[in-house]
């Protein structure tokens, strides 16, 4: 038997768990994060003994106060994370903690998906799609989380475990829990017996429903164990915890197009709305005028946004999917002549390509955080969605706009599901100012709703927020049906109290989240969560909205008079904010509103650096080329030595400076230095000039494992390829700047930033070697003339169509990178090996490695968490080669995987040359072992200046 897992009351994770998306805060009075269904069964059994209150979370998401606890919060998104794809992908089986993108992401290969398709999918995970009874853009009523389930494992808050994929499942129900099973049966003869009833229940669940329980499955199921499980469904975890579920997925379609049809106001939108659904569009996302505005200063936005001239318009966002191309064809034609029959503000284009529909859904998926990022300082944005039916959409809508106006609201937005009626409106509320303005607002909310017919949450989940208004929905016999049920389930009251159902009617007006501000690289963070799922540091210390929310509990515990809590947060935060952060930027590439949390790291490592340690990396700055030589040196002087006294040298400087300052000598380091990087020609010498080339300080610092290096390659490739390449005068007391920026080191910074310009200011193409060096040079010559590029990217385009691969490698597992993902790299990586290899494999869990160039010497335990499921991926199976596209980071996988990670491009000079497969200098002629030499004052080789 499993023990109870250990309930944490530490202060710091009490608070850096107890924030999620809504605007809710209570602060649990411990957390725990069970490993195993084994552990959430003990957890259950001693939380009913002891009659105190749970709730489990994962995603934290949710937007109605559904993943909130003053009592014990369990957080299951790290041992509850397995994924298994059943049936060619026709089924997957999956656990609470999987993310609905890395599910969809297994299922990608299969040509499948989950049918919930909600537009938090970077970050929502399993446990609240299953709780919320998630729907989305396209899932409607059909292909949501109560539609798609199969089979559900779930643990009772008596410690029973039911699994309904083993057969007798419902004869074990009965055996087990009697009175449960007994009471399910009564429960489903009263509302079958009650015509009343019935009507209701098929009226509300006709829309998208997930006010209260989805006591629709009291009528669509006939055995008690298949009702619970679909009860649960929807539950928002105050009836069990689901330790695994299978869905049955739904096929991608072959033939996509996506459109914007813009109108000339909401009204005009909405009164369309029963004409497009009659088109049969697999989507209708509807924006209204204020969200256009919005979407168009989000990074990203696709030109049918960008380019409109918003005033009062409104704009569907439109689908169509078919299997074959004449069948989306004859769709999209009769999409164009609805269009021109309701009179568009701008043609409506049907696009099928890839980059500008994912452009227009990243920009749909991000309007939420987006328009609350944007809302005015010292307020918080209220999300609500209602449903109502279609043809009651324009005048809810028009109804909604008059309660803006009388109730003082200005700005608010109208976006959402437009097809199934489903709209999502947003409020700013100073809450600070007391609740009386948004409480009245509700009310009049309600009554609007209903009087059309409608529900009043169709995907977001009852929560807190709307649990005092079940009762009005459904009326007193329903209620007083989802009461007894409850009872029934969870006779202690101890799973996540106060949520779906409430006593209290004034429940959703308390325990709202205080406002404070904090610094202004992160202030206008809104909770969501979308960062968290990238970030290195997720599994070790903090995730960037928790790093995000300790500061501005921080900030309000000082304003309080609360000093102990804020000195508490501060002192913890040293290592777990800022020393644990890779300053990756990945949670960048997530964050609708733009929020880079290493921004906010590197102003708080800067603010705690000392103006001595400031001033000796200047110097450094000053004196790269002998930084980097002396580095190089003692690479090469400690690898010639056995491992044992370098690992013990820096072992007991760490013991005694602190390990943050003082790198850990690491197995993956190479043995051996690079060269200087000296100027002159690259490739061949009498060949047009084709860019200045800038090989990173770190080849120089980190010599090849294998092979002659990445300098070498670029030079062979260029050479093969009959293009020069420039070194400049100069280049080897340049850096990118990033290990100076990342600490926080501003003055170094400046100082390298005028170096870099002074050398490569004038240059026109500039090509670097290193995937983040490359991102920090783009940095450094931001507002010059000089295009940037990596590598990767330049080979690809300039170099590939004229090398010829001679022979094949067999299998190649690629490492993309963050730098390559900010770069828009990652394809051009993927292309090469493709043009390298018979099989290429790209691991599904990859993500950055936690490296950071010193950072992983500094914190082994940082690239150790980051890359832990990535490298059991891996590990499943080898294959010939293992490249990326960064040296620290092919440092980092190496470490992680015990694989031989090396840069894409030696893998590349490998297969284009005519030696063996061995990887070394003999896959070079005599002639380009002489290419890879500088040719000193050849075509100007010693200049960057433009030609």
Known sequence: MSSTPMLDTDLVARHALAHDASHYLLIPEAVTAPASEGEVVALLREATRTRRPLTFRSGGTSLSGQAQSAAVLADVRTGFRDIEVLDDGARVRVGPGATLRQVNAHLLRHGRRLGPDPASEVACTIGGVIANNSSGMAAGITENSYRTLESLRFVLPSGTVVDTAVPGADERLRREEPALHEGLVRLMRRVRDSAESVRVIRERFALKNTMGYGINALLDFEEPVQVLAHLIVGSEGTLAFVSSATFRTVPIPAQVATGLLVLPSLQAATAALPEVVEAGFATAELLDARSLQVAQGLTGAPQEITGLDVDEHAALLVEHRADTTA??????????????????????????????????????????????????????????????????????????????????????????????????????????????????????????????????????????????????????????????????????????????????????????????????????????????????????????????????????????????????????????????????????????????????????????????VGAGWKAAAGHWDTVTRAASAAVSVAGAMPAVLPRAATGMAR?????????????????????????????????????????????????????????????????????????????????????????????????????????????????????????????????????????????????????????????????????????????????????????????????????????????????ASATAAEAAEVGQRETDWYVSANRTCEMGMTSATGKPYRHVLELLAEVTGGGGSGGGAGSFTKLERAAVRPVVGVGGGASAKKK
Not at 427 to 441: D, H, I, K, S, V
Not at 535 to 550: A, E, G, Y
Not at 699 to 723: C, I, K, N, W, Y
Request: hydrophobic share 40%; charged share 25%.
């Open 327 to 612: 069948e989306l064809e004859e769709r999209c034609g009769a999409a164009l002549a609805l269009a021109e029959r309701l009179g568009p503000s701008a043609p409506l284009e049907m696009t099928t390509d890839a980059g500008r529909r994912t452009s227009l859904w990243t920009t749909r998926k991000g309007l939420y955080a987006a328009v609350a990022g944007a809302r005015p300082s010292g307020s918080t944005a209220l999300l609500e969605d209602v449903v109502v039916p279609v043809p009651q959409l324009e005048g809810t809508c028009r109804g909604l706009q008059d309660l803006f106006a009388a109730h003082g609201y200005d700005g608010s937005v109208i976006f959402g599901h437009a097809k199934d009626g489903n709209i999502h409106f947003l409020l700013n509320e100073q809450l600070g100012a007391g609740g009386a303005r948004l409480e009245a607002f509700t009310e009049d909310m309600v009554e609007l709703v209903l009087g059309a017919g409608g529900n009043l949450k169709a995907e977001h989940g009852t929560g807190r927020v709307m649990a005092p208004f079940v009762e009005r929905q459904y009326g007193p016999e329903l209620y007083a049906v989802m009461r007894e049920l409850k009872q029934l389930v969870d006779p202690a009251g101890i799973l996540n109290p106060g949520v779906v159902l409430t006593e209290d009617p004034h429940a959703h007006m308390q325990d709202l989240k205080p406002v404070v501000g904090i610094e202004e690289e992160a202030d206008r963070c809104v909770e969501c969560g979308y960062c968290e799922p990238v970030c290195p540091s997720k599994d070790l210390t903090l995730t960037p909205r928790q790093r995000i929310v300790l500061r501005r509990d921080a900030e309000l515990a000082e304003q309080r008079g609360d000093t102990a809590t804020a000195a508490a947060i501060r002192e913890s935060y040293e290592y777990q904010g800022e020393q644990t952060c890779a300053v990756d930027g990945m949670c960048l590439t997530a964050c609708p509103v733009g929020i880079n949390t290493g921004d906010l790291v590197r102003r708080l490592r800067a603010e705690r650096n000392g103006a001595a």
């Open 655 to 863: 013991s005694v400076l602190p390990r943050d300052v003082v790198p850990e000598y690491r197995p993956e380091l190479p043995r051996r230095g690079g060269g200087r990087r000296t100027p002159g020609a690259r490739g061949d010498a009498g060949g047009p000039m084709a860019a200045v080339y800038l090989p990173a300080c770190v080849h120089t610092m980190f010599g090849a494992d294998a092979g002659p290096g990445v300098p070498e390659a670029v030079s062979v490739l260029a050479q093969r390829a009959g293009v020069r390449l420039v070194v400049p005068e100069g280049a080897a007391s340049l850096c990118c700047g990033t290990p100076f920026s990342s600490k926080g080191m501003r003055a170094a910074k400046e100082r390298m930033r005028t170096q870099v310009r002074d050398v490569l200011g004038e240059a026109d193409v500039v090509v670097v070697d290193a995937a983040s060096c490359t991102e920090g040079i783009a940095g450094l010559l931001e507002d010059t003339n000089a295009q940037v590029i990596d590598a990767v990217t330049f080979v690809r385009r300039e170099l590939l169509g004229r090398l010829t691969v001679r022979k094949k490698v067999g299998s190649v597992t690629v490492h993309p990178t963050c730098s390559t993902t900010h770069l828009g790299a990652t394809e051009d990586l993927v292309a090469i090996v493709e043009a390298c290899a018979e099989e290429v494999v790209v691991p599904v869990a990859w993500g950055c490695c936690g490296y950071a160039g010193d950072r992983g010497m500094l914190h082994p335990e940082l690239t």
